[in-house]
């Protein structure tokens, strides 16, 4: 059991609301955030919250039937790499949905849900996850 | 290249990490005539996690009777043994050192599975891609998913490369698997992360392999075979997959093969053989095509078409590669290396190919380094 604790507090900001920042030099959006521009090199970037709106779809996945220590409960679960409707791709789990039902494409929508325990005593930390999109009219691509 | 040492791939209750990076070191000096080695570079990538020792250089230096040389330990996740050896390289190649000990170890049977799985997500981006609950096989599977999605390759295909690399294991005295598969074992193998099954996965295990390097000259004056390196490239791409603009392109193996190839003055017509990094099953389509052995998403068709048996177009991992021989992270790439000299200085046993140029490519994570050698023997 280790406790971690400034560790998970540090990534609040990107566990809860996807906090990414955007570059002032070329407008490139990044998920989690970055000091330096890999695109055009500036240095100067803005914290953009809610990258995307939480709204994206799946360029691919798995079921995860090996689960490494601390997720053995959950197995078999499904991850997808999940782009963002404004540009970044990001890792994380599905939830509430079939495992059968997944597919490249899909459209999705972030969650909060509990992703890890620490055994019976230490932390349970939460983080994003994402669903199939309940109401698909809800397709606020940010300009 | 003077000597090369090796210890065969098992789970090996009864030896410790120094031992095991021992005996492939001892084996190596006999090989090469027990010159007097000026520095040591051991690949490891879990000597601290999985077996609870750090300080690697000075400690396998001290057990090999080496104390006071320069020693010192490279860590590059599954790259590690391949960096340890492109250290090595650098040493003779700049004059600071004429032998040089390369080794790589490691242990990996000290823990239990989800331990050791845990410990191995540590080559990928901690906070974004193991937190949320990817695992290495998970990103492999992800990359597979969609390469099957893009190219319209059935998941079955993908068995060309365990059954090559099981095959060609069977005869390697230092492989842990020495049985052929079949397909019919593959398709009923069970799911490590859907659609990639057990036999997609090379096996954790416990290893350690040494080679001696030297100017190619000390080994023209001492009459023995000279094995060259002809072609050295490291290069290494974004940590976690979400963030590669073409997540089925491994950029770094590219950009890796590309300075060895440039270096070398080679093409990849003129290769004979390739020890490729067959981690996951993907992982060796990927690098094929990377390595520009095959189109883009032809890497699984190349395999099938042009072969990659021994009697192929293109042999791969001839001495059963990650797959059949095992997976001692910080060790396989120095394996490789082991398994390219022997093939060229004519020491492979059944496998013995005839060939003259070869290349070894080890990788750490999912692509993130990555580096390529090719080796020639001078005939």
Redesign the interface.
């Known amino acids: 059991m280790t406790m971690e604790l400034s ?1 998970h507090w540090r ?1 609040n900001a ?1 566990r809860y609301a996807l906090g990414g920042v955007e570059c002032d030099g070329c407008g490139a959006r990044y998920f ?1 955030p970055r000091a330096v521009c ?1 695109r055009c090199g500036s240095r100067s970037l803005h914290q953009a919250r809610f990258i995307g709106n939480g709204l994206g779809q799946v ?14 409960d ?1 197995a ?2 499904p ?3 999940v782009k963002l409707d404004d540009g ?6 599905l939830t509430d949905v079939d495992p059968e039902n997944v597919q ?1 494409g899909m459209r999705v929508e972030m969650v909060t849900r509990r ?2 325990e620490d055994g019976d005593k230490g932390l349970i ?1 939460y ?3 994402f669903r199939p999109m309940l109401d698909p009219r809800r397709v606020e691509v940010p300009a | 290249m003077l000597g090369v040492g090796q210890v065969p791939v098992q789970e090996l209750w009864d030896k410790s990490l120094r031992e095991l990076a021992v005996a492939s070191i001892v084996a190596a000096l006999e090989d090469a005539g027990q010159p007097a080695v000026e520095a040591l570079y051991v690949g490891n990538m879990l000597g601290g996690e999985l077996t609870g020792q750090a300080h690697l250089g000075a400690l396998v230096a001290d057990f090999a009777g080496l104390a006071g040389i320069e020693a010192l330990r490279v860590e590059a996740a599954g790259a590690s043994g391949g960096l340890a050896f492109r250290l090595g390289y650098l040493a003779v190649a700049s004059g600071v050192h004429d032998i040089v000990l390369v080794t790589g170890v490691e242990k990996m049977t000290e823990r239990l ?3 050791v ?2 410990a191995l ?1 540590l080559a990928h ?1 901690g ?9 290495p ?3 492999a ?3 597979m ?2 390469y099957i ?1 893009e190219y319209g390759v059935a998941r079955g295909d993908f068995a060309i490369f365990p059954l090559t690399s099981h095959q060609n294991a069977v005869h390697n005295p230092y492989a842990m698997y020495r049985k052929a598969l079949t397909r019919e074992f593959y398709d009923k193998a ?7 099954n057990i036999l997609d996965c090379s096996p954790t295990c416990d290893g350690a392999a040494s080679v001696v390097l030297a100017p190619a000259q000390v080994a023209r004056d001492l009459g023995r075979p000279v094995v060259r390196v002809s072609g050295s490239g490291v290069a290494t791409d ?1 940590i ?4 590669r603009a073409d ?1 089925l392109w491994l950029a770094a193996a590219a950009r890796s093969a590309a300075l060895a190839y440039q270096q070398a003055g080679k093409d990849p017509a003129e290769i004979d053989f390739f020890e490729l990094y067959d981690d996951f099953s993907i992982t060796a389509a990927l690098a094929l095509e990377a390595c520009g052995f095959a189109a883009r998403g032809q890497g699984v068709r190349f395999a099938h078409e042009a072969g990659i048996g021994l009697d192929g177009r293109l042999p791969i991992c001839t001495m059963g590669g990650l797959k059949g021989r095992g997976n001692p992270d910080g060790a396989t790439g120095v394996y490789q290396i082991v398994d390219v000299v022997n093939q060229l200085r004519g020491t492979a046993g059944a496998n013995q190919l005839d060939c003259r140029v070869g290349m070894a490519q080890a990788i750490g994570g999912s692509g993130a380094t990555v580096v390529t050698h090719i080796l020639e023997v001078e005939k």
């Open positions: 560790r990534l990107q989690p890999p360029y691919s996945y798995s079921l995860v039937h090996e689960a490494p220590v601390g997720y053995g959950h078999p679960y991850v997808a790499l970044p791709v990001v890792t994380a789990q490249i992703i890890k930390t983080g994003y996850k | 599975d989800p331990e799985t845990a997500a981006d906070d974004f891609e193991m937190f949320p609950g990817a695992t096989a998970a990103l599977a992800m990359i998913q969609r999605h069970e799911m490590t992360a859907a659609p990639l974004t976690a997959v979400h963030d997540p």
